[in-house]
């Protein structure tokens, strides 16, 4: 029976010193970070002992996780970060790749969507070193590029164990990847088979690259010889991005879409990620009279928050400067926001399925010591991305424009210069009483559900924060390695709550507890005064480190 099946062990947490790395502190205000790899956690951690900021450590986290979770992240996907400054003033990075000025439908003819893998997958310049750049350059902090990529370096160089997780999705996706052109099979599959949980991957090309950066600069991956080098295996390949492309890319500085509820402001990014989805499902929610957590009235009245907030996402989020919604004027309308209230009913489903996005991430987060605050996300979409990994720099290239459609006109259409539809959004939270809250998860469609079932066990129902990621949680649609678009719970609910969601009409599956499907969390607090507090996903292969 549900009730009676293994609950998800309480995360590493770090507060009041009980984190793996916290250092012994029985108070920690020094600096607090997490990711979903021990690695990256300890490459932050000891950039904030070095007297670095957030940022700073962000960096050397996102430079770690492209090298320890391949199948994950890497330098050849996007990112989006959040960043709150000391001074209380909060801003935005959008670090995403546009669509090459050579993709056309023609260059698609004969095929009904663009190939989720392949070289005609990766038509979209990597915008997530361009993110690194100009947060290092608008948000502070002293430190060399050589010591924020030094671990990153290191762990290409020396090798890293293969993960669980990232063994079975190499394992899983083997036939299409292997099949790829580029050095795929060369890198993660040196004895001509996936590679297993345990056995050391070494990525000497990808070490190679972040010299490059450190010597050359970050700019170096748009205009330099490193670029150059980008080019010519991209064309090599097959892949419609050239140099042109990359030269002209930049990252940009947004301002958050925001959503005020009781007690708390929220923030997320602008399209064209889902940031908007996340909002709206946690301002529906906080206008519902809802006793407690993880009941049939709580799972029930954010499920059907989340289906309204995603048919507004996807009839109207993409690239900004094709939309004709305006984001924030909606979070800000109360009369829009009621009306989509008036359309939930309490005691029944709304009939589901919808079309879906999927796809694999890292978010992670970090605070310091002068009271910046971090939430960051970055992606390559599917596992491995593309499949392309270019073969001089070791660089996995994202297939994030798989998702543009093939048509002249309409949401996500494919045109040269365009921005992909997102799923990627970290999230932030300033509470009426001084806290600040920076969290998020990977996991495609999983990612606004997952942010609003921790924020509200934590925030409305005071769940600890460490219980508010541990504890089951559940998935509408599907995530990477799913296809299918049921209403899945993890194993630990009550029974009675199962049952109360079926009478209601929801399809629900049942899966194992404490499952990697359901995304790979993170959260951190900092309290009014200084105090820092955090908590890891069980989940993931991450902890949380402060001191």
């Not at 993660?188 to 090309?205: S, T, W």
């Not at 309290?527 to 993931?540: I, K, T, V, Y």
Request: charged share 20%; aromatic share 6%; with cysteine.
């Amino acid at each position: 029976m549900a009730g009676e099946t293994r609950r998800c062990r309480l995360g590493h947490r770090a507060e009041a010193g009980s984190g793996p790395l916290s250092g012994g502190l029985d108070d920690p205000r020094g600096g607090i970070v997490t990711a979903p790899h021990y690695l990256a956690s300890e490459a932050g951690l000891d950039v904030l002992r070095d007297g670095g900021t957030a940022v700073e450590a962000c960096v050397a986290m996102a430079a770690c996780l492209a090298v320890v979770y391949p199948h994950m992240t890497g330098i050849g996907g996007d990112g989006f970060w959040l960043i709150r400054e000391p001074d209380g003033a909060l801003w935005a990075i959008d670090a995403c790749g546009r669509a090459s000025r050579n993709v056309s439908l023609e260059l698609y003819a004969g095929l009904d969507a663009i190939p989720m893998r392949g070289p005609l997958a990766a038509n979209t310049v990597a915008g997530t070193v361009s993110g690194w750049q100009m947060a290092l350059g608008e948000g502070g902090g002293g430190l060399s590029l050589d010591r924020l990529l030094g671990a990153a370096i290191t762990h290409a160089e020396a090798g890293v164990s293969v993960t669980r997780g990232g063994a079975a999705i190499a394992g899983s996706r083997s036939d299409e990847l292997a099949s790829q052109p580029g050095a795929y099979a060369r890198i993660f599959e040196p004895a001509n088979r996936p590679m297993r949980e345990g056995e050391v991957l070494r990525q000497p090309e990808l070490a190679r690259t972040f010299r490059k950066l450190v010597d050359e600069g970050l700019g170096s991956f748009y205009r330099g010889d490193l670029a150059a080098l980008i080019a010519q295996d991209l064309q090599v390949l097959g892949s419609p991005v050239d140099g042109i492309d990359l030269a002209a890319h930049e990252a940009q500085q947004t301002v958050p879409l925001s959503a005020e509820i009781h007690g708390a402001m929220l923030y997320n990014t602008a399209p064209p990620t889902q940031g908007l989805a996340s909002l709206l499902i946690l301002a529906l929610f906080d206008r519902l009279t809802i006793a407690r957590a993880d009941g049939f009235d709580y799972l029930h009245g954010l499920v059907e928050a989340t289906k309204h907030a995603f048919l507004v996402r996807d009839a109207h989020l993409g690239d900004p400067a094709w939309m004709s919604l305006d984001p924030q004027g909606l979070l800000s309308s109360n009369a829009a926001i009621g009306t989509m209230l008036s359309e939930i009913r309490l005691d029944r489903a709304m009939p589901w399925p919808h079309p879906t996005h999927w796809g694999d991430t890292c978010w992670f987060g970090a605070a310091d010591g002068r009271g910046q605050v971090v939430s960051c996300i970055q992606s390559t979409y599917f596992e491995f991305g593309s499949g392309l990994v270019l073969p001089q720099t070791g660089i996995t290239w994202q297939n994030r424009g798989s998702g543009f459609r093939l048509a002249d006109d309409g949401w996500n259409a494919l045109k040269p210069g365009r921005k992909p539809f997102h799923t990627l959004n970290p999230a932030l939270a300033v509470f009426d009483d001084g806290r600040v809250m920076a969290y998020g998860t990977m996991g495609g469609e999983g990612q606004p559900q997952t942010q609003a079932a921790i924020f509200t066990r934590y925030a409305r129902f005071g769940v600890a924060l460490e219980q508010a990621i541990a504890a089951p949680r559940w998935l509408l649609g599907r995530t990477w390695g799913e296809e299918s678009t049921s209403l899945k719970l993890e194993e630990g609910f009550a029974p009675e709550t199962i049952d109360a969601l079926r009478r209601a009409g929801h399809e629900v599956e049942i899966v194992p507890s404490c499952n990697a499907l359901m995304g790979h969390a993170g959260a951190i607090v900092r309290h009014p005064g200084g105090r820092l507090e955090g908590a890891s996903d069980p989940r993931s292969d991450g902890l949380v480190a402060a001191f």
